[in-house]
Nanobody, 122 residues
Framework: QVQLVESGGGLVQAGGSLRLSCAAS????????MGWFRQAPGKEREFVAA????????YYADSVKGRFTISRDNAKNTVYLQMSSLKPEDTAVYYC???????????????WGQGTQVTVSS
């Protein structure tokens, strides 16, 4: 059974930082591109960042470029999202996804985590 479990969310002031983690189990992690998405109340889910199977290629939404960094540790079956210079508009539930075929903003996700809440206060 595949599981993706996010952690690291919380409440932070604008300008602060958080690091999200997504621990994967039940799949060959190094065979999957990984992505982070987010959904704010009343809005559609949107792409945030993605990383290739090897970790050599990364993609970012324009809204987070230069502030967020995605990385992965295939030995630990974990993908990370380091978020800095957080803004109130970054407030959302953040989800990680694993995709066997596509990496980037068009990822559909074969598997999804349950999400972790990030709240940025002004």
């Amino acid at each position: 059974q595949v599981q993706l479990v996010e952690s690291g969310g919380g409440l932070v002031q604008a300008g602060g930082s958080l690091r999200l983690s997504c621990a994967a189990s039940g799949l060959t992690f190094s065979n999957y591109a990984m992505g982070w998405f987010r959904q704010a109340p009343g809005k559609e889910r949107e792409f945030v960042a993605a990383i290739s199977e090897s970790g050599h290629i990364t993609y970012y939404a324009d809204s987070v470029k230069g502030r967020f960094t995605i990385s992965r540790d295939n030995a630990k079956n974990t993908v990370y999202l380091q978020m800095s210079s957080l803004k109130p508009e970054d407030t959302a539930v953040y989800y990680c996804a694993a995709d066997r075929r596509v990496v980037g903003s068009t990822m559909k996700g074969d598997y999804w985590g349950q999400g972790t809440q990030v709240t940025v206060s002004s």
